[in-house]
């Protein structure tokens, strides 16, 4: 008994001692029609379970098994063969080609002078097509094992010239059977585990984790119903061409499209069907969100504003032909927008009529206005001031720490700084006179975020307009900030 003991064990550290060295590929390529038959092979190291260089997982949600494998950057260096491996499958068995279409899956081997990798599909023969076969050996959090077989083709590194052919082998790779885990959304039953079925170290990218995906939906969806009655009440809704005074209300480029209709999704919803993506090491950190939310307020300006205070019509007629001539000219790339000002300028004294500041009228005819979550540096959210003797610390937002508003201020270039107004809710020091990176006047202001806290809690937002007053004061007086105050974690 002892003895057999003993041998149990030594074939167990034998074992083990083996998985330790990590797993091997091997596969033969045959040209199709006989000829030199062309092998590579090469074995792996026994992966990390956080090395974004060889990936898998099982999808416990709904059964998809998920995996990544590629070599180090730099492979194209070494004169040991590599593979580049991606499965996305819940079937044992599955078939396909390359650029097809399915992206999904890929087995491509490779070296110095060579490429083995799944046919091309042919279009124009497509009875003739035979595809690249993989079949699961075995697939659990600590092994991948598997088999292919099939169609391939063979490529030379060099002038990718290319044979048709086929190809035998087999893979088994080894990895630590642990994942790395978010925080778990505070009062939600969510999955912390990154299941990450994109991994990459080099673009500091992953697939969000159950939790961080719910938190990501739940902020979207109350940043979307807070400006709901922004868009609602104040854009332009009739049904012939905009006038003097309407307001159209825009995306920012860039930016999520919170315009589109108003999803009710579970509060914890994480919503599988979409592979949010965030940074490498986001779990670690406070969260931060990759979503930008933002929003343009355009003013219709009057004739008068547009090109000068006479009401004479025949001045006007003239002025508006002169005006349309000149953006003609102008969207042809004929003439600058610095050419058509001057032009306008030009016309506008001849006819002794005052020239309209064009700088000014576009600041007072545009607002900017954007909702930034957890700010996690000083620029971010300090505010440059424009008027530093028009500066006030207001206290008229319900659930806001404070607000912080400076006047627009023109600047000896003949540019202007608009008027801007800050709205900062959540937990803040209060506001300092400064200076900005650039060394301009700021109000620096610094949120709090608690030594332990959820690195998925919302502890801080700030909502920055920049552009007219008067839009300004209306998109305060339709924000619902109640929704915006529920999000905040408690301190």
Not at 340 to 351: I, P
Request: glycine share 8%; hydrophobic share 35%.
């Amino acid at each position: 008994m002892y003895k057999k003991t003993i041998l149990a064990i030594a074939i167990l550290l034998v074992n083990l001692f083996a998985n330790a060295q990590g797993g091997s590929m091997q596969v033969t390529f045959t040209p199709a029609g006989g000829g030199k038959q062309m092998m590579m092979q090469f074995t792996a190291p026994l992966l990390k379970f956080d090395n974004p260089h060889g990936y898998w997982f099982i999808n416990p949600h709904n059964g998809d098994r998920h995996m990544q494998y590629m070599p180090d950057a730099g492979w194209g260096d070494r004169k040991p063969d590599v593979a580049f491996i991606t499965m996305n499958e819940k079937k044992d068995d599955f078939f396909f080609y390359d650029q097809s279409g399915n992206d999904s899956n890929q087995v491509t081997i490779k070296n110095n002078n060579y490429i083995i990798s799944a046919p091309e599909y042919n279009r124009d023969e497509a009875d003739k097509n035979k595809p690249l076969h993989v079949h699961i050996n075995s697939f659990t959090a600590s092994a991948c094992s598997f088999t292919i077989s099939g169609a391939a083709r063979l490529a030379t590194v060099k002038d990718n010239s290319w044979v048709e052919g086929s190809i035998t082998g087999s893979a088994h790779f080894y990895r630590e059977p642990k994942y790395d885990k978010s925080d778990v959304l505070p009062g939600c039953d969510c999955d912390p585990t990154i299941y990450a079925s994109f991994y990459d170290k080099e673009s500091n990218s992953r697939t969000t984790s159950a939790c961080e995906t719910a938190l990501r939906n739940k902020i979207f969806d109350a940043v979307q119903k807070a400006l709901a009655p922004v868009v609602t009440n104040i854009a332009f809704k009739g049904s012939a061409g905009m006038a003097a005074g309407n307001i159209d209300i825009t995306i920012l480029p860039g930016h999520a499209d919170i315009k589109a209709p108003v999803k009710e999704r579970p509060y914890c919803s994480s919503d599988y069907r979409h592979n949010w993506l965030t940074g490498l090491n986001a779990h670690k950190t406070f969260f931060t969100s990759d979503d930008t939310y933002g929003l343009r307020f355009i003013k219709i300006p009057t004739a008068a504003e547009l090109g000068g205070g006479s009401t004479d019509p025949d001045f006007q007629k003239r002025q508006a032909v002169h005006r349309d001539t000149l953006i003609k000219q102008m969207m042809a790339g004929k003439i600058t927008a610095d050419q058509y000002t001057k032009s306008m300028d030009g016309f506008n004294q001849r006819n002794g009529v005052e020239t309209p500041d064009y700088k000014k009228m576009e600041m007072n005819h545009n607002l900017y206005l954007q909702v930034i979550i957890n700010p996690d540096n000083r620029e971010t959210m300090l505010m440059k001031l424009g008027d530093k003797n028009n500066t006030k610390i207001q206290h008229n937002v319900k659930g806001s720490a404070y607000e912080v508003f400076t006047g627009q201020l023109k600047e000896s270039d003949g540019s202007w700084i608009s008027n801007k107004l800050y709205v900062y809710i959540g937990k803040f020091d209060a506001p300092v006179a400064g200076k900005s990176g650039g060394g301009y006047d700021a109000e620096i202001s610094t949120a709090i975020y608690p030594p332990n806290g959820n690195k998925l809690g919302v502890y801080s937002i700030i909502i920055k307009m920049e552009g007219d007053k008067d839009m300004a004061d209306k998109a305060i007086a339709n924000i619902d900030f109640d929704i915006l105050e529920k999000l905040i974690t408690p301190q």
